[in-house]
């Protein structure tokens, strides 16, 4: 096993710093990591024991010794976001694609809970507009069709993502087109859900194609697109 120092740890934040997605880890890493700072510690202890030492002889090796736990603390803190930001996507998709690449298995575990946690929090708020959803998304088109004849056969010519929702009252349409954003794929992107249960995809890579900004952001920060200024 090759002995760690302060510089590898560091360049082990830099990567993670500079990348959208998680950089690979290993368990021999945090096993090497774990050994050069229990020996910083043991040399450390070793210092301040021994009377040959005046005028605080330590202080860079104390200095090293908490740069390198400040570094691990910033290290972990990013590959956290990057989970959460993760598990939030696979939520909000339709695909049931478990996407752990480069996770220890610790960090799996927080995955697969978040995953579970966002997706009974997502069923659970939006129970409570059952009937309204139903209505909404679970009702197929021939059936809506043959059960209010009486609207004009206008609303037919609507894409799905074109066509107006409505306010409980029926008064107010939101133009869905004013909080689109235009992406360009660099990756192959699964059916995804929005927050008003709207179906969107899949694409394929390289294609482009107008998305709701809450799911347009996601994307953009997991990289897998890039926005197409208009």
């Keep these: 096993m090759v002995d760690f120092s302060f510089e590898d740890i560091h360049e082990l934040l830099r990567s993670e710093k500079y990348s959208s997605d998680l950089q ?3 368990d021999e890493q945090l096993a090497q990591i774990n050994k050069y700072l229990e020996s910083k510690r043991l040399l450390l202890q070793k210092q301040r024991d021994s009377t040959l030492f005046e005028n605080n002889p330590d202080d860079k090796l104390r200095d090293e010794v908490e740069n390198a736990n400040r ?13 959460i930001t993760r598990a939030i996507f696979t939520a909000r998709s339709l695909s049931k694609l478990r996407d752990t690449t480069n996770m220890l298995k610790a960090e799996e575990m927080i ?22 959803l139903k209505e ?13 004849k009486a609207k004009s056969s206008d609303s037919a010519s609507h894409t799905p993502y074109e066509k107006p929702l ?8 939101i133009n869905m087109q004013s909080i689109l954003m235009r992406l360009q794929f660099t990756d192959e992107i699964p059916e995804l859900l929005d927050s008003e249960l709207r179906r969107w995809g899949p694409f394929t890579k390289d294609q482009t194609a107008e998305l709701p900004a809450e799911l347009a952001n996601l994307l953009l920060k997991q990289s897998k697109a890039t926005e197409v200024k208009v």
């Design 166 to 173: 409505n306010n409980v009252s029926g008064e107010i349409s």
């Design 24 to 26: 690979p880890l290993s």
């Design 71 to 83: 570094a691990l603390k910033d290290f972990y803190d990013r590959r956290e976001k990057k989970i």
């Design 136 to 148: 909404c998304n679970n009702v197929p088109k021939s059936e809506v069709l043959s059960n209010d």
């Design 111 to 132: 995955y697969d809970n978040l995953v579970r946690i966002l997706k009974n929090s997502w069923i659970n708020f939006f129970s409570n507009f059952d009937n309204r």
